[in-house]
């Protein structure tokens, strides 16, 4: 009995100890919270939950994958881990291809220890159109994907990228904007195309050909590689240029008393710009002074406040000594050094001061005489070209009409001569060269004609102006060239009035700028052309996806890379 219980009390005693070691243990070692994130999203179809979605959910790293299927009310969940990049993808046959990103890497181990949260993303499919290509096309814009989602530490929470959604979600809403009208309208595009050809069939018998290309361009714009639709279109071309030549021998003397009333009206215009260019720069150079008299002023001020501040602080450590020598001396002593120390610093800092608010004001005076130097300069610059110009064009007209006036005098002579020693068959055969001689000048003019015409489109202003002068060689008398000769140097000056901000500050061609923002690699590119100038941008993420913008609207990368190639 006595060995009984002692073996009893041995088992008690070391159930006791193990009791005791175990709530030591409790007391030294920490408990670790739970991580829990959780992703508890529903996918809907016209804002009605879409069952039979299948969800994938993948590790960018492990490469290791979970899928839930929707049920009748869209719903689905899955659990992330901390430290982790996830991408969660949507699709169900005949819908567009949906993805998401997560990316919970970033936390300390405090901040993992009791994170806690959950996202409920709202995922909208709809329905691919029958168009293949199209189709195909709309998914490879969703290979980007519509949210994401990464930790912020400041925030302490999963927040989401706002511009890449936003931008995302313009792109999705356009995409099932085109995907519903082709669902929609697919069954009609037979029936209004032939409704389009009969339509300009019709026209084109009447002769009504404005009416006839539009129904042709209807057609085209409904199956835009048919080839009925293109060579009707050709003909139409070209019954309406027969049409135009038959106009433009009725319209020439029109367009010649035309172009002297537009001549005095440019005339007028550039003297009343270079008046108005005058009083502006008159006005700036006002503005300039008085700027510049304010600044001087609010310096002098700084300066006299700097010295109040110094004469106050140095009467201060006076009145500090003066105490601190009746206290004791030595400490009297070292007030003194403090008080001469703190002197010599102030008198240096306000000598500083002083010298360079002297130098920032000699700058910018040298600068506002410099910009009114050149306002200055290319004033009377532009002014003596208008001047050289207008009487260039007053001597060249002089000089043209005295030479038509003597060659119609010369001709009427010739005329007269031959008339009464040729005979009939000697007519006829200068009336048939003389017609071979005209359409061949004629040719040639409108060859330079319309090579001038497509330089200025194309705001090549010297290839212009060589074309036209080339014109008037062939037709001397022709006042359309002049015209245009002259138009060359005002669209000139309007092209660099009319830039936009981006083409004003930054050169033509492309310029390539490299930022961070908000842990995001910003590359901005932008491309001045003529007067506009377009910014391109590239954000990366740092979980490794990348999105492409023009002037704020998503595009793809190939666009992006077309259309900002930097030439080295």
């Not at 992703?39 to 179809?45: L, R």
């Amino acid at each position: 009995m006595m060995i009984f219980g002692k073996e009893i009390w041995m088992k008690s005693g070391f159930t006791k100890m193990l009791l005791l070691v175990f709530v030591f243990l409790l007391n030294i070692l920490p408990i670790s919270a739970q991580f829990s994130y959780k992703i508890e999203g529903v996918v809907k179809e016209n804002e009605k939950g879409l069952g039979g979605v299948v969800v994938t959910l993948s590790n960018d790293e492990s490469g290791q994958e979970k899928v839930a299927t929707t049920n009748s009310s869209g719903s689905f969940s899955f659990s992330l881990k901390p430290n982790e990049e996830y991408s969660l993808t949507a699709t169900r046959a005949g819908y567009v291809k949906v993805k998401l990103l997560y990316s919970t890497i970033g936390f300390s181990d405090e901040e993992e220890k009791d994170f806690k949260g959950v996202s409920k993303p709202e995922i909208e499919l709809f329905k691919l159109p029958a168009d293949t290509i199209l189709a195909a096309k709309m998914n490879e814009a969703f290979e980007s994907p519509l949210m994401s989602y990464f930790y912020s530490s400041g925030k302490t929470e999963l927040t989401s990228d706002d511009d890449i959604s936003s931008s995302m979600r313009l792109e999705f809403l356009k995409y099932q904007k085109i995907a519903d009208q082709q669902n929609n309208n697919g069954a009609l595009t037979e029936s209004k195309y032939k409704a389009a050809i009969s339509k300009g069939d019709k026209a084109l018998v009447v002769k009504n050909y404005d009416q006839a290309k539009a129904g042709y361009s209807e057609a085209l714009v409904i199956k835009p590689e048919d080839a009925l639709a293109k060579s009707k279109l050709a003909e139409v071309s070209k019954a309406m240029l027969d049409e135009a030549e038959k106009e433009k021998l009725a319209n020439e003397k029109a367009m010649a008393e035309s172009a002297e009333k537009e001549r005095l009206a440019k005339e007028k215009s550039i003297a009343d710009a270079s008046a108005l260019a005058e009083k502006q720069r008159l006005a700036a150079a006002d503005e300039a002074e008085k700027k510049r008299l304010a600044k001087l002023k609010a310096d002098a001020d700084a300066a006299d406040l700097a010295e109040k501040q110094r004469i106050a602080a140095v009467e201060k450590a006076d009145a500090d000594k003066l105490a601190k020598e009746k206290a004791a001396a030595t400490a009297a002593e070292l007030a003194e050094k403090q008080r001469i120390a703190a002197a010599e610093k102030a008198e240096a800092d306000r000598i500083a001061k002083q010298k360079a608010d002297a130098t920032a004001a000699e700058l910018a005076e040298k600068q506002r005489i410099a910009a009114a130097e050149k306002a200055e300069t290319l004033r009377i610059a532009n002014e003596k070209a208008a001047a050289e110009a207008a009487e260039r064009e007053k001597i060249a007209k002089e000089k043209a009409i005295a030479d038509a006036v003597e060659k119609e005098r010369r001709e009427k002579e010739k005329i007269e001569e031959e008339k009464e020693r040729a005979i009939a068959a000697a007519e006829e055969k200068a009336r048939l060269e003389k017609e071979r001689l005209v359409s061949a000048l004629e040719e040639k003019y409108k060859t330079y004609i319309d090579r001038g015409d497509s330089a200025i489109n194309e705001q090549d202003y010297g290839a212009a102006k060589i074309a036209f002068n080339e014109a008037l060689k062939v037709k001397e008398n022709e006042l359309y060239p002049k015209k245009r000769i002259a138009d060359t140097e005002t669209l000139k000056i309007k092209d660099e009035q009319n830039k936009n901000e981006l083409a004003k500050k930054y050169p033509k061609g492309v310029t390539e700028e490299i930022v961070t923002e908000n842990n995001i690699r910003v590359t901005r590119r932008i491309v001045v052309t003529g007067n506009k100038g377009v910014l391109y941008t590239k954000r990366e993420t740092n979980f490794g996806s990348i999105f492409y913008f023009k002037d704020g609207v998503a595009i793809t990368e190939k666009e992006f890379t077309r259309d900002t190639s930097v030439k080295k």
